[in-house]
Every structure is written in C-alpha cells, then in structure tokens.
C-alpha cells in the first residue's frame, strides 16, 4: 500500500461517524449494508451519513454496489488489511511476528 493511500484512509477514519460507519460495515461483513439500514442502527440523518459514505468509499475502505434499486456498501477488508500490514509492517524491527497483533508484539507492552 502506498503512503498517500494509507494517508487518504486514515483521514477518512480520523471521524467519529465515519469510524462508526466503517466498523458497523465491518460487522456486517460480506452481506454489508444499505445507507438506510446504516442510519436506523446509527441514529445518523441520511443526508450526513451520505456525505461520510462518500468520503469512506473515496478512500478505499467502502465499497459502494448497487442492487436493484438499493446501493449496498461494504468494508474492503482486503483494503483494511493492507491498512494493518502497512502500520504494523515493522513492529518487530523488520521480523515477522510471532503473536497476534491484538496482542503485545515482541515483548513489548
């Protein structure tokens, strides 16, 4: 993943209801879910939780596709997962780790 890349997705993020969006989509996994349903569970008027869905799929982290006449959005979690691998890439000093990252990495608290 490129630095701009990985710049562009932590701005989208760096939002509360964006967060929000992005782990409620998380959960959903690859079923996702459409804005409507995203801003009942989210109490978000549809109007700003437009706005945020744009921002999220500018990123890369939101996948927008239309079915029928409802647009289903999803979380990449390949995207996600590059986002993680980039952050984390030298966490043990270059060495692939031996824990999850959940966890403390390398001895390190």
Do not use: W
């Not at 967060?19 to 109007?47: K, N, W, Y």
């Not at 006449?69 to 590059?82: E, K, Q, V």
């Amino acid at each position: 993943m490129e630095e701009n890349d990985v710049v562009r997705s932590l701005m989208a993020l760096a939002q509360a209801v964006r967060l929000r969006v992005f782990r409620s989509l998380v959960v959903a996994g690859a079923q996702g879910l459409t804005p409507g349903a995203l801003a009942q569970a989210l109490e978000i008027p549809a109007t700003s939780l437009s706005f945020h869905l744009k921002e999220l799929v500018h990123s890369g982290l939101v996948t927008q596709e239309r079915q029928g006449r409802n647009l289903i959005y999803r979380a990449d979690f390949s995207r996600m997962g590059g986002l993680l691998a980039y952050l984390s890439e030298n966490c043990c000093q270059g060495q692939p780790c031996e824990v999850a990252l959940s966890e403390p990495c390398c001895g390190q608290d």
